[in-house]
C-alpha cells in the first residue's frame, strides 16, 4: 500500500505539473505574441498605415493570437498527461439557472476585494484592464468575449484540466481548476470573481462530465458584463433616451442585480450541505496535496508567470 501510495503520488504530481506547464507556456505565446503586435502596430502607426486605425484588423490580429495560436497549443500540450473524464450526467434546467444565480454574490465580492486590494496596494494607480474593452463595441471584441474566450476557457480550465486531475482527489482538482483560473486573467481586479465562479464551473463539470454547461453559464456571464452592463451604463448618459428614463432602467437594472445577488448568496448556504465529492481511485494522501499540487516544475513556473503579470498591473502606466 506504501508503494502504491507513493506511486500515485508521483502520478499526480506529474499530471499536475504538465496541466500547470501547459498554462505556463500559453501565457508565455500570450506575452511574447502581445509584444510582437505591439511592436507590428507601432510600426504600422510610424509608417502611416490605415490598418492601425482599423479595429476589425486589430481584433482580429488578437482574435487569430489567442484563439489560432495560444489556447490551441495549452490543450494540444495538455493532451500528454493520461485524461480520466468523470461521468456524464445531465443537469436540468432549473438547476443550472440556480447555478448561474449563485455566481452573483461570488462576483459581487470579488470585485469588491479585487478592487479594495488593487488600489490598497498600488496607491489607487492600478487601472482594471477590463474597463476599457466594456466600451468597445466592436463586433469582433464581442465575439471574443462573449463566444470564443468562455469556449477556450472551459475546455482549457474545466475539461482539459480536471479530467487530467480528478482521479487524483476531486475537490483538489477543482480548487486547482478555479485558483489557476483567476490567476490566469492577470491582475487582482480579476482574480477573486474568476476563481470565484471558476469554482462553481469547476464543480458543474465534476458532477456531469459535460463542458457546455459551463460554456454556457461562462457566455451569459461574459454577455452580462460585456454587453450588458455597458449598454445600460450608456443609458444613464443619455444613450438616446432622455437622462431621466435612463436613469430608470440604470435603477431597475441596479436592483435587479442586488436582488439576484441576495438570491444567490441564500442559495449558497441552503445548499452547501449538498455539495459533495466522489472517492478518487488514485487519491493524493493527506499531507501531501499542497506539495504535489503546487510544489513541481510546472507549478512553480505558472505561479511566477501570474505573480509577475500581477506585480506589473500593480505598477503605475
Not at 495560436?69 to 461521468?87: D, Q, Y
Amino acid at each position: 500500500m506504501i508503494y502504491e501510495a507513493e506511486y500515485n503520488t508521483k502520478a499526480a504530481k506529474r499530471s499536475y505539473s504538465i496541466c500547470s506547464l501547459s498554462l505556463f507556456l500559453s501565457g508565455i505565446l500570450s506575452l511574447v505574441g502581445g509584444v510582437g503586435l505591439s511592436f507590428l502596430f507601432a510600426l504600422l502607426k510610424r509608417s502611416g498605415s490605415p490598418l492601425i486605425s482599423n479595429p476589425y484588423f486589430t481584433w482580429g490580429v488578437q482574435l487569430a493570437l489567442m484563439y489560432g495560436i495560444v489556447f490551441p497549443m495549452g490543450l494540444l500540450l495538455m493532451k500528454l498527461s493520461p485524461s480520466t473524464p468523470p461521468e456524464k450526467k445531465k443537469l436540468p434546467l432549473g438547476r443550472l439557472l440556480s447555478y448561474f444565480v449563485m455566481c452573483f454574490p461570488l462576483m459581487a465580492a470579488g470585485a469588491i476585494i479585487g478592487n479594495l486590494l488593487s488600489a490598497l496596494i498600488s496607491g489607487g494607480t492600478a487601472t482594471n484592464p477590463v474597463e476599457g474593452l466594456a466600451s468597445d463595441g466592436n463586433i469582433l471584441r464581442i465575439l471574443i468575449t462573449v463566444v470564443l474566450a468562455p469556449l477556450f476557457e472551459e475546455l482549457l480550465f474545466r475539461k482539459f484540466l480536471i479530467d487530467r486531475t480528478a482521479a487524483y482527489g476531486e475537490r483538489t482538482a477543482v480548487i486547482f481548476s478555479a485558483v489557476t483560473f483567476g490567476l490566469f486573467h492577470g491582475n487582482l481586479f480579476q482574480f477573486f470573481y474568476a476563481a470565484g465562479t471558476g469554482l462553481i464551473f469547476a464543480y458543474i463539470y465534476t458532477r456531469t462530465g459535460k463542458v457546455r454547461y459551463t460554456v454556457i453559464l461562462h457566455m451569459m456571464i461574459n454577455f452580462l458584463g460585456s454587453v450588458i452592463a455597458p449598454w445600460i451604463s450608456s443609458l444613464s448618459e443619455g444613450g438616446g433616451l432622455s437622462k431621466a428614463v435612463g436613469a430608470m432602467i440604470t435603477a431597475g437594472y441596479s436592483l435587479i442585480y442586488f436582488a439576484l445577488v441576495v438570491i444567490g448568496a441564500v442559495l449558497i448556504l441552503v445548499r452547501r450541505r449538498r455539495i459533495f465529492f466522489l472517492p478518487s481511485p488514485y487519491q493524493i494522501p493527506d499531507g501531501k496535496r499542497f506539495s504535489t499540487v503546487c510544489l513541481n516544475v510546472g507549478s512553480i513556473l505558472f505561479f511566477l508567470y501570474c505573480a509577475f503579470n500581477i506585480v506589473l498591473n500593480l505598477l503605475p502606466s
